[in-house]
């Protein structure tokens, strides 16, 4: 003890008490007493630093071991700072601090394997949690063994190369859990599935003798589990059973604010652009404070860039340009984040300062260019520059040479009717597959397509190379050797005609079919009728069921009435009468007898006597004016129809209509 006095004797009995009873702030009154009586007592401050630790004043405890570092040393309390220092997330802070120790205990080995972890340096820290777990034999090897699996599970996601299998047991649900983890990197989600039912059951079993635990608190320990359960289901393209999941965990409200973070983003993707108002809302469970020290620096940028999409969704253009700005900064290389911004232009009309966005993206980063450039092709194609989107195609050093590049680029010259350079394009791919993968499948396939493509377009003189090849490499195909003799036979007919010579017999290309199994099988659309049997052999029947057939006498065909047999038909009796030489037409100016249209009420007989054409003195041309006095109404009998009056019945025969009577209601009236 630093000071023999009586009194702080009693106060470190009381401190010593107070540490095995877990109370560490009644141990830290006392640690004070005792400073208040020793300022510089070294035992004392280490003890109110760990005192503090325990009670999770980090900051506290980081500003004393600061300001007595002199007394403290480097080396007495540099587990303590290291730790401070990771749980107020300065996690490089205390990468320096564990390094610069002079000695590496094994708690300062855990530590530095959880620091490691945090920066994502997966391979160092498998290999501090392997030495821990190879040399380290105490109660806390479970728990480095979920550590050394959780890290598995992140390279298997996060890493460059996959990890090898290191044979963990999985007798604990986080161990089962961190495999299924490490299966989903790897692509197999339906046993990475099975997995994590596995981990729920052993979840269930290790709480079921628990009394403190409630099945809520069961259920808020089984989020994760479900979560991870949505996310393959997501994956496999449930998206409603995924999306209930995902609402289950939401409502538990669990207190991992890295897992609702992640549980509302994988939410938000499965609405994209519909649902919009559901996602505004999920969209704040990713703002939550301490998401950035919880979540990995990949799953940070893929809630970032989906909030920019969301804003881009719902119309915010500044918060779009704004997040997407960010996230560039952040990843200089990354080409998200232009893809972002340059979306966002299209969806506001300005295509050129798009195209003019990715191509200076596309030079500042070659690396990255391929999907660049492919975008800026679709964006010339939607403006109607095919040969523009042709070229940029062509640059990519990376695809051109592919088949569906080929393919592509050989439509679109196509469409322009460019057929030189389609089948520069076609050349270009051959030569490449030429000096790389000779003969191989895709380089024969590329020469057949060339071939064919050029007899397409009338090129039989360019075809003529490529099918020989193909020929040299399968001389049984009779059906190239047909295209090679046709092609040669428009350039050169001899070397056709010595062609020919190659071409099996028609007797042995002929098959061997049996036309009539053939004609009269099940599917055929026309059945030979067969030959009736001669009368030799029918067999006789009885006479009481003869039946005799009459046969039908042959009925001439009619003839006109005033057939002439003798007379020479007429040789245009097929044509139609319009066609026909000596058709002059109808004759015109025999007008049909008209009825007279008149006052309502006039008599059909007038008629004939109002035809002019019937009167003989009528005049063959129409009266001229003023002479129509000279022919009176009563000279020829007949009244004009204006003058026309209808015939009356008479009085006695004039029948009255009878008016019907008005009904009357029940009241009188």
């Not at 996690?91 to 120790?101: G, Q, R």
């Not at 479900?226 to 995902?246: C, D, K, V, W």
């Amino acid at each position: 003890m630093a000071s023999g006095g009586g009194h702080v004797a009693a106060l470190w009995t009381e401190v010593n008490r107070c540490g095995q009873n877990g109370d560490f702030a009644r141990a830290l009154k006392a640690v004070n007493k005792i400073l208040h009586e020793a300022k510089d007592d070294i035992t004392a401050l280490h003890c109110k630093v760990v005192c503090l630790v325990q009670n999770s004043s980090f900051k506290e405890a980081l500003n004393v071991m600061n300001n007595y570092s002199k007394l403290l040393g480097n080396d007495l309390v540099v587990f303590e700072k290291a730790y401070c220092e990771y749980r107020l997330n300065r996690v490089e802070s205390a990468l320096k601090t564990i390094e610069a120790a002079s000695e590496q205990t094994d708690k300062l080995k855990e530590l530095y394997g959880q620091v490691l972890y945090r920066l994502e340096r997966y391979d160092e820290c498998k290999a501090v949690y392997t030495d821990l777990i190879r040399n380290s034999q105490d109660e806390y090897e479970e728990e480095r063994k979920t550590n050394l699996s959780a890290v598995v599970a992140a390279m298997s996601q996060w890493g460059e190369s996959s990890p090898e299998d290191l044979g963990l047991s999985e007798t604990t649900y986080e161990l089962c859990y961190n495999a299924a983890c490490s299966l989903i990197g790897q692509g197999q989600l339906t046993e990475a599935l099975n997995k994590l039912q596995q981990a729920e059951e052993l979840c269930r079993v290790s709480f079921a003798d628990d009394t403190d635990m409630t099945e809520e608190d069961i259920e808020s320990e089984l989020a994760v589990i479900h979560s991870q359960m949505a996310y393959i289901m997501q994956l496999q393209g449930r998206t409603e059973e995924a999306l209930q999941r995902y609402n289950q965990v939401i409502k538990l409200k669990p207190s991992d604010v890295g897992l609702l973070a992640v549980t509302a983003n994988n939410i938000i993707t499965i609405n994209k652009d519909q649902n919009v108002f559901d996602s505004k809302k999920k969209v704040k469970l990713t703002s939550t404070d301490g998401v950035e020290h919880k979540l990995a620096r990949r799953q940070l940028q893929a809630i970032d860039f989906n909030k920019a999409l969301l804003a881009m969704y719902t119309n915010q253009a500044e918060q779009c340009r704004k997040l997407a700005s960010g996230l560039q900064t952040q990843n200089p290389g990354q080409p998200r984040p232009v893809l972002v911004q340059v979306a966002q232009l299209c969806r506001e009309k300005q295509h050129s300062k798009a195209i003019e966005q990715l191509q200076q993206f596309a030079e500042q980063h070659p690396e990255s260019a391929s999907g660049i450039k492919m975008t800026m092709a679709q964006l010339y194609l939607t403006q109607g520059h095919v040969t523009k989107a042709c070229d940029t195609l062509r640059s990519i050093g990376d695809f051109k040479h592919k088949q569906g590049m080929v393919s592509a680029l050989v439509s679109m010259y196509s469409h322009e009717e460019d057929i030189d350079s389609a089948i520069e394009v076609f050349s270009q791919a051959i030569q490449h597959y030429q000096s790389q993968q000779s003969g191989s499948p895709t380089h024969l396939a590329l020469v057949r397509e060339a071939a064919n493509f050029k007899l397409k377009h009338g090129r039989k003189r360019e075809a003529i190379s490529d099918l020989e090849q193909l020929w040299k490499q399968n001389p049984k195909d009779i059906r190239m050797l047909a295209q090679l003799i046709s092609a040669y036979s428009v350039v050169d007919a001899d070397k056709a005609k010595s062609l020919s010579k190659h071409l099996p017999s028609p007797d042995s290309m002929a098959l061997k079919v049996d036309v009539e199994e053939l004609e009269n099988s099940h599917g055929a659309t026309y059945i030979r009728k067969k030959a009736a049997k001669p009368a030799g052999d029918a067999v006789p029947k009885e006479q009481g069921n003869v039946e005799i057939k009459k046969k039908r006498k042959k009925k001439k065909g009619k003839l006109p009435k005033n057939f002439d047999p003798k007379a020479t038909p007429d040789p245009e009796r097929w044509l139609p009468m319009r066609e026909r030489t000596y058709y002059r037409g109808k004759k015109k100016g025999k007008k049909k007898e008209q009825v007279g249209k008149g006052t309502q009420g006039t008599t059909a007989g007038g008629s004939a006597d109002l035809d002019a054409s019937k009167t003989a003195s009528s005049p063959p041309t129409s009266p001229r004016p003023g002479s129509a006095s000279s022919s009176a109404p009563g000279a020829s009998g007949a009244v004009p129809p204006r003058q026309q009056k209808p015939a009356t019945a008479s009085g006695a025969t004039r029948k009255k209509v009878p008016q019907k009577k008005k009904k009357s209601g029940k009241g009188g009236w």
